[in-house]
């Protein structure tokens, strides 16, 4: 029997036993006949492990951090108190080892994070166990999932998916497989950035053929607006995945945009769904957005613009070239670039390999802080100048200065750059002048 659904749990939905037990229950009710599932970490536990390896490099061991939030929720789902013991004693052994070294060696940051899918993939399985269906916990690279060797931030290889059909059909009862993690062709183990389990149950879904992945968040699918900012912002019931794609590189954080390359190659629908309401519609991804016009307003809180300057005598072309060799080398994420006049700009979000890329530019750099961004999203919006016409005018109706503007740099959106303080008040603008119910997809 073919496997047809992947469900793929965030740490939001697996917060507590009550959350466990309300997954497991959506596995078995909206599954169908042979469902695969996939699982991040507990919410917190990934930045968790990261405070407890911070501390060991500074001497200081607090792995009973990590045994305490797993014990808590073991008691809370009535399971066996030693089912996670051979990984706390695992876990503190690393956490030794850093201590006396006072460093981490390569890969051993990954090795630390993957304590939290690993887990939680037990926890997952023995309850769905206990709830009478057979279940068997799989972390990823038992699979065959292979990635390159780029720790923190690792990509998968075409090669690394052909076996895991063949290793699935070979696991007993619903496969419970770790999100985030794979190894490397030399056998290290490799994690695929935050928000990568996305990424994993894209790729399990890809391998076997399913027919749609689900993908299983602590809000109503993708929303018309962040909801923190826009309190009326409602869910897009259906999105293409361009646009989704602009959300997820704008800033949006339901949707991990490299998760949509493989359900795009393989024909394979996506829903975005809400843990804590199973019969409500969620968010359809498909291959088009269906109208014209924009559907949400995506915002990202805190942006910086990189700059580069050009020499007179220089060639622009090269000296981007080199801007992104630079940002891919300290594992920085390029957000929209501008050129104009003597310089390079790019938008970029705040982070350790941001000072490494700027000693490495040298004194031709500069960075500008306190700003943030909005961006209009829909399906050829880019270049729609009445649409920019409109949403300048909105945002001078409430006196916020626009920084910059992005207009037909990007097929599917519309980028304004505002101070950080302004943020808020531009999205809430932007939504109600653009996103009025008649126009929304909601």
Known sequence: M??????????????????????????????????????SAH???????DTVGRSALEGHLEGDRIRIRHRTLLRQLDLEPDLLDRYFTELFGLLAEIQVRRRLLSGQHDHLLSFGERMSARIVAQSLKKMGLRATPID??????????????????????????AALEQVVGIPVVTGFLAKDTRGNLTTMGRNGSDLTAALVAEAVGATEVQL????????????EIVPDARVVESLG?????????????????????PVQRGGISVRVLDVHDPAARGTLLGARTVGAGPVGIAARRNVLRLDVAIGASELRAPRVAELFSVLARQRVEPGVVSTAGDRIGVLVSPGGGLDAAVAELGRRAAVTRDLALAAVIGRDVGCDTALATRAMELLAEERIQIQEAFLGARASSQVFVVQAADLERAVRALHAGLLCRERARA
């Open 2 to 39: 073919p496997f047809d659904t992947v469900l793929k749990f965030g740490g939001a939905a697996l917060a507590d036993g009550p959350g466990v037990q309300r997954a497991c229950k959506i596995v078995a009710e909206r599954g169908g006949s042979r469902p695969i599932v996939v699982v």
């Open 216 to 227: 299983w968040k602590a809000v109503g699918g993708m929303m018309t607006a962040d909801p």
């Open 140 to 165: 990823a690279w038992d699979l065959g999932l292979t990635t390159d060797s780029n720790h923190g931030d690792a990509r998968p290889l075409p090669e690394g998916t052909a076996q895991i059909r």
């Open 241 to 261: 995945f361009q646009e989704a794609t602009e959300y997820a590189f704008h800033g949006a954080e339901v949707l991990y945009g490299p998760a949509l390359a």
């Open 43 to 49: 919410q917190g536990v990934t930045d968790l492990l």
